[in-house]
C-alpha cells in the first residue's frame, strides 16, 4: 500500500474530501468560508498537517477521512478495469472529481464483475481493504441473484443446493485451470432464480458452478459483500460513498477469519 501523506494543499484536501473542484474550492477559500486553526484567511497553496491542524468549513469541523470507498450499482455492459476498450469501464461512469487520485491514494476496484455482470461494486483507496476482501483467505461471504436457463425441478434444487454446500468441481476456462470450490450456500426463489453465496472469488466462479452443473446463468447481479447489502435505491451507473455504517458492516465482521 502507498504511504498515506499526512501533510497536503489545502484546496487539494478539500477538492479530495468532496467540497468541489480544485476551482470552486479556491472561490470558497478566497471568500472567507474555510479556516484553518482560527486563521480565516489561509491561502489556496498553504499545507495542512492532517493530524494536528483543525480545519472549518463555513463554521463545520472537517472530519478528514483518509480512505475513499464508494459502492456502486453496476451496469451489465460495463468492464471493471481502468484501461479502456471495446468497453466503457465503471470509471466512465463517475464524475472526474470522484475517480481521479484521492488523499488515500487511486481507486481501485473490490473483486471484478463481469462485463455483462450487474450490482454491487466497491472501488475505494484503501489497499489493505482490498486485500481482506478478495484474498480467498479471508472466505468473505459474495452473494449473487442468479436466473438460470434451463428451469430446475424440486428435486433437482436440493441435488444443486447438497452440491454447492459440499463445493464444485469447476471446469478450466479461458487461462484459467478447474479449481474445487469451497462450499457454498445457495437459497431457491423459483425454479430458474436463486441467491447463491460463495467464499472465494474465483475466475468465473457462479458461472462456471451452474456450468458444473449442467445449466447456465442468463443473469447475474451481486447483491451482497460480507454484511453490506446492495443499496437498491442506486440506479444501476449510480454510485455513492460507504456511510460508517456501512463500512463496517461491509468490513468489521466475524465473517474475516
Ligand atoms: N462469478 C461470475 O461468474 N461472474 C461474476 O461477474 C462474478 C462472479
Given at each position: ?49 492532517l ?9 463545520q ?22 484501461k ?6 465503471v ?9 481521479g ?24 483507496t484503501?489497499?489493505e ?21 434451463n428451469p ?21 476456462e ?21 441467491r ?6 474465483l ?42 455504517k ?12
Amino acid at each position: 500500500m502507498g504511504q498515506i501523506k499526512e501533510i497536503v494543499r489545502l484546496d487539494r484536501l478539500l477538492a479530495n474530501s468532496g467540497y468541489g473542484t480544485r476551482a470552486e474550492v479556491k472561490a470558497m477559500i478566497h471568500a472567507g468560508e474555510v479556516s484553518v486553526n482560527g486563521n480565516s484567511a489561509p491561502r489556496v497553496d498553504d499545507h495542512v498537517n492532517l493530524s494536528k491542524d483543525r480545519i472549518e468549513v463555513c463554521g463545520q469541523l472537517l472530519k478528514v477521512s483518509i480512505h475513499t470507498c464508494y459502492m456502486m450499482n453496476k451496469p451489465a455492459g460495463y468492464v471493471c478495469s481502468s484501461k479502456g476498450g471495446p468497453h466503457a469501464t465503471v470509471f466512465d461512469l463517475m464524475e472526474e472529481k470522484d475517480r481521479g487520485k484521492r488523499l488515500g491514494g487511486e481507486l481501485s476496484i473490490v473483486g471484478r464483475l463481469d462485463v455483462d455482470t450487474e450490482g454491487l461494486l466497491i472501488l475505494t483507496t484503501d489497499g489493505e481493504l482490498n486485500h481482506r476482501l478478495t484474498s480467498p483467505k479471508y472466505h468473505i461471504p459474495k452473494s449473487y441473484f442468479v436466473r438460470l436457463e434451463n428451469p430446475v425441478s424440486a428435486e433437482k434444487q436440493e441435488q444443486y443446493i447438497q452440491a454447492v454446500a459440499k463445493g464444485v468441481e469447476i471446469p478450466p476456462e479461458d487461462h484459467e485451470p478447474g479449481a474445487l470450490c469451497r462450499g457454498g450456500k445457495l437459497e431457491w426463489e423459483s425454479g430458474v432464480t436463486c441467491r447463491l453465496t460463495i467464499y472465494e472469488g474465483l475466475y468465473h466462479e457462479v458461472k462456471r458452478i451452474f456450468k458444473a452443473l449442467g445449466n447456465q446463468v442468463v443473469f447475474l447481479k451481486r447483491v451482497g459483500m460480507n454484511n453490506l447489502v446492495l443499496d437498491e435505491k442506486l440506479a444501476p451507473g449510480e454510485y455513492r460513498e460507504l456511510s460508517e455504517k456501512e463500512l463496517s458492516a461491509l468490513t468489521l465482521t466475524n465473517a474475516i477469519l
